[in-house]
């Protein structure tokens, strides 16, 4: 098991980049493939990006593709998501996903809110 803790949400004016952080717990990370996601008022959680094991591949849901940079530092446990040029659209609970056979582990969730 991992546990995953998000941080680096908060206010931010549209335009304004931001980073978020996932700092898991296990010294396996590697063997992880992680995500985000994120889940606005009313709305289901969705599928933000995703990135291999090694960091030699990532995916981006449509919406932040070109704008949203996922990567990650196995060696210091942690997975980012680069938040560039987002919209008031963007605003949500950020959630950090991990995946190892078939099993799915989650974070707290890290609020952002970007003001247009």
């Known amino acids: 098991q991992v546990q995953l803790v998000e941080s680096g949400g908060g206010l931010v004016q549209a335009g304004v980049s931001l980073r978020l952080s996932c700092a898991a717990s296990?010294?396996?990370?590697?063997?992880?493939?992680m995500g985000w996601f994120r889940q606005a008022p009313g709305k289901e959680r969705e599928f933000v990006a995703a990135i291999s094991r090694s960091g030699d591949n990532t995916n981006y849901a449509d919406s932040v593709k070109g704008r949203f940079t996922i990567s990650r530092e196995n060696n210091k446990n942690t997975v980012y998501l680069e938040m560039n040029s987002p919209k008031p659209e963007d605003t949500a609970v950020y959630y950090c996903n991990a995946n190892f056979q078939v099993k799915d582990y989650w974070g707290q969730g890290t609020q952002v809110t970007v003001s247009s």
């Open positions: 296990r010294r396996t990370f590697s063997n992880y493939a």
